[in-house]
């Protein structure tokens, strides 16, 4: 069945579903990052206090991208507001990426002090 859902949006018969799409690449790149983070001896609290970062992202761009509901609706020009809410989230985004480094080196100096 799979298959034919797959061969459908790519013969443009059957619209792809990119929440779908976009969630279940996020799942994938939560589980590579744990898997990696496994890899180099990090405990599941230690992978979760990493990943919380990302789910706090997540909600974060959520909020942003509830603001713009609404936008097109009597505003000449939606625009403006959809850069300043795309400008918001790609910071949210770098900031995260930054966090998780930082969050990655405490964990790894704490492991180093304890040992």
């Given at each position: 069945m799979?298959?034919?859902k797959?061969?459908?949006e790519k013969?443009?018969?059957i619209e792809e579903?990119?929440?779908?799409k976009i969630?279940?690449?996020?799942?994938?790149?939560k589980l590579n990052?744990a898997?990696?983070l496994?890899?180099i001896?990090?405990?599941e609290?230690?992978?979760?206090e990493?990943?919380?970062?990302l789910?706090k992202?997540?909600?974060e761009v959520?909020?942003?991208?509830?603001?713009?509901?609404?936008?097109?609706?009597?505003?000449?020009?939606?625009?403006?507001?959809?850069?300043e809410v795309?400008d918001e989230?790609?910071?949210?985004?770098?900031k995260?990426?930054?966090?998780i480094?930082a969050?990655?080196?405490e964990i790894?100096?704490r492991?180093?002090?304890?040992s």
């Amino acid at each position: 069945m799979d298959f034919f859902k797959k061969l459908g949006e790519k013969l443009g018969l059957i619209e792809e579903d990119k929440t779908a799409k976009i969630n279940a690449e996020r799942s994938m790149l939560k589980l590579n990052l744990a898997s990696k983070l496994k890899n180099i001896n990090f405990t599941e609290q230690e992978i979760n206090e990493v990943l919380d970062i990302l789910t706090k992202m997540e909600a974060e761009v959520q909020i942003q991208k509830d603001l713009l509901i609404g936008t097109n609706i009597n505003n000449p020009d939606p625009t403006i507001i959809m850069k300043e809410v795309l400008d918001e989230i790609r910071r949210l985004e770098v900031k995260a990426g930054e966090d998780i480094k930082a969050k990655i080196a405490e964990i790894r100096e704490r492991k180093k002090s304890n040992s």
